[in-house]
């Protein structure tokens, strides 16, 4: 069984365990319709889904047709020494997105994170990628920040430019 298959059961488990635990969430009075559960049931039921697409991926679409995966695995299933270069990369990335993220706020650091990642999969940083992630930043931010009331860091922009 090809390993990004094995994944896919994983996930589509820890969706299960997700819902269970969001179940758990105790309900309020003054919840409105949704109530409190309402965001993390959605997420197990995406979590569920995309793991049924790799599952689905993994087993029945012919690797010529399939995506080229991310981490290559060799005959056996195994990672090759490309697979854990990328995993290294991406790990770094996400590091540097951590240590960033208080200095240059959440829209910026998830614009550099989106550029970065882009690019380090052979992606030139052209006007369209660049494009990309800002429109992509700058909807995770309207997302997070203005329709879910998520506090996210500003950064030193909001001070900078005079907005506060």
């Not at 490309?82 to 990328?86: D, P, Q, S, V």
């Not at 990335?93 to 951590?98: D, E, G, K, S």
């Not at 995770?140 to 997302?143: E, V």
């Given at each position: 069984m090809p390993t990004?298959?094995?994944?896919?059961?994983?996930?589509?488990?820890?969706?299960?365990?997700?819902w269970i635990g969001s179940d758990a969430i105790p309900k309020s009075a003054m919840s409105g319709s949704?109530?409190?559960?309402?965001l993390p049931k959605l997420l197990a039921v995406v979590l569920a889904g995309l793991s049924l697409i790799l599952i689905y991926q993994s087993l029945v679409v012919r690797p010529s047709t399939a995506a080229p995966e991310a981490f290559p695995e060799d005959e056996d299933g195994e990672f090759t020494r490309?697979?854990?270069?990328?995993a290294a990369g991406l790990l770094a990335?996400?590091?540097?997105?951590?240590v960033i993220l208080p200095y240059a706020g959440y829209a910026i650091s998830v614009g550099l994170l989106l550029l970065a990642v882009a690019m380090f999969y052979g992606r030139r940083p052209t006007l369209g990628v660049i494009a990309f992630a800002v429109i992509a930043a700058g909807i995770?931010?309207?997302?997070f920040v203005t329709v879910l009331g998520v506090r996210m860091p500003a950064g030193v922009l909001p001070d900078f430019i005079g907005w506060h």
């Open positions: 990004s298959a094995i994944a896919g059961v994983f996930l589509l488990i820890l969706s299960g365990l997700y949704v109530g409190a559960d309402g490309r697979g854990h270069f990328l990335i996400a590091i540097l997105y951590v995770f931010y309207l997302l």
